[in-house]
């Protein structure tokens, strides 16, 4: 793994783990603000040192981006996943974080699990916008 992508995954996973400690937390609460910073500190290492050429594109550009790709399994039975190459980093990096127990084929991930992650980061980047509001407003 080269060191951007090292970067990149530690800071994923950084995200992931702050993420879902977030979200088990009401908007207003004192042990939140130390996680709150620390995603700032992420944020302002994704805006000084972007990796990947689709840090900036929404999920909604995200999902019109990544095809979903029919694939045969080896005993005929047909599945619909997204082939790695298609996912474009960061986003990459971040489903991977968020897929780590998953189960997948070689090729790719369930769309399932894709469309799950899309529909999740919405939901998180919403809980995390009302900590952010609530803090703005304390």
């Known amino acids: 793994m080269g060191t951007d992508?090292?970067?990149l995954w530690l800071r994923e996973n950084q995200r992931r783990r702050?993420?879902?400690?977030l979200e088990r937390l009401r908007p207003g609460t004192e042990e939140a603000k130390p996680l709150l910073a620390e995603l700032r500190n992420i944020e302002q290492q994704d805006l000084e040192n972007p990796i990947g050429n689709a840090y900036s594109i929404s999920i909604d550009e995200l999902r019109e981006r990544v095809p979903?790709?029919?694939f045969q399994g080896s005993d005929g039975h047909l599945f619909v996943?997204?082939?790695?190459?298609?996912?474009?980093?960061?986003?990459?990096?971040r489903?991977?974080?968020?897929s780590a127990l998953s189960s997948r084929l070689p090729e790719g991930s369930y769309v399932s699990d894709w469309r799950r992650f899309l529909r999740g980061w919405v939901?998180?980047?919403e809980h995390l916008k009302a900590h952010?509001?609530?803090r703005l407003n304390d």
Do not use: G, Y
């Open 18 to 21: 702050l993420l879902s400690t």
């Open 5 to 7: 992508l090292k970067t």
């Open 132 to 134: 952010q509001e609530w």
């Open 81 to 93: 996943i997204v082939l790695d190459q298609h996912i474009p980093q960061p986003w990459h990096a």
């Open 123 to 125: 939901r998180e980047m």
């Open 95 to 98: 489903f991977e974080a968020s």
């Open 68 to 70: 979903e790709t029919p």
